[in-house]
T-cell receptor, first 112, second 111 residues
Framework: KAGVTQTPRYLIKTRGQQVTLSCSPISGHRSVSWYQQTPGQGLQFLFEYFSETQRNKGNFPGRFSGRQFSNSRSEMNVSTLELGDSALYLC???????????FGQGTRLTVV | EDKVVQSPLSLVVHEGDTVTLNCSYEVTNFRSLLWYKQEKKAPTFLFMLTSSGIEKKSGRLSSILDKKELFSILNITATQTGDSAIYLCAARIQGAQKLVFGQGTRLTINP
């Protein structure tokens, strides 16, 4: 069974640009959640999608948005990039909200 | 505000030692406690604990949850250099996939 797949693995963007990250969950998993990991703040919850609906959102500005498609694949978008958005972005999938969450390899975003 | 605190933040031991990592939590609508091992990028799942007092075990690793005192421990016996990693614990909120993570414990095993 394939694991959680995130693309791209690395990205370098300039301040002010926007970026879209993709996450394909484990087959059969309907819940996808996104996290930002930085050395200073650790792993912080961004948002969760279940069956194409956003169920929870963390304390991030509106520049961070996401969506989920009918095949459970999810995308995360960050607009008007700032230097502080440089981080490892991880997505996790699970079959329901009560089962284990498995993480992808992450996308390393660098904003210059 | 939901909070998860891990201790120690860093630990250096010799191969063969036994280590205990701690995780305390203060979370509204707590559902379960998860442990992950992070070596390079993807945190890999270790345990999910939902009930108090029931030890979960996988090889040399074991973990237990105390819902009364709001903490969990992760034990690793007969440590090996391959156990060197950051160990993360996270509290899951009831009815959601939201995980609140601790800062992590950086474990280094010296040969």
């Amino acid at each position: 069974k394939a694991g959680v797949t995130q693309t791209p693995r690395y990205l370098i963007k300039t301040r002010g640009q926007q970026v879209t990250l993709s996450c394909s969950p484990i087959s059969g998993h309907r819940s996808v959640s996104w996290y930002q990991q930085t050395p200073g703040q650790g792993l912080q919850f961004l948002f969760e999608y279940f069956s194409e609906t956003q169920r929870n959102k963390g304390n991030f500005p509106g520049r961070f948005s996401g969506r989920q498609f009918s095949n459970s694949r999810s995308e995360m978008n960050v607009s008007t990039l700032e230097l502080g958005d440089s981080a490892l972005y991880l997505c996790a999938s699970s079959s329901t909200s009560t089962t284990e969450a498995f993480f992808g390899q992450g996308t390393r975003l660098t904003v210059v | 505000e939901d909070k998860v605190v891990q201790s120690p933040l860093s630990l250096v031991v010799h191969e063969g030692d036994t280590v205990t990592l701690n995780c305390s939590y203060e979370v509204t609508n707590f559902r379960s406690l998860l442990w992950y091992k992070q070596e390079k990028k993807a945190p890999t799942f270790l345990f999910m604990l939902t009930s108090s007092g029931i030890e979960k075990k996988s090889g040399r690793l074991s973990s237990i949850l105390d819902k009364k005192e709001l903490f969990s421990i992760l034990n690793i016996t007969a440590t090996q250099t391959g156990d060197s990693a950051i160990y993360l614990c996270a509290a899951r909120i009831q009815g959601a996939q939201k995980l609140v993570f601790g800062q992590g414990t950086r474990l280094t095993i010296n040969p």
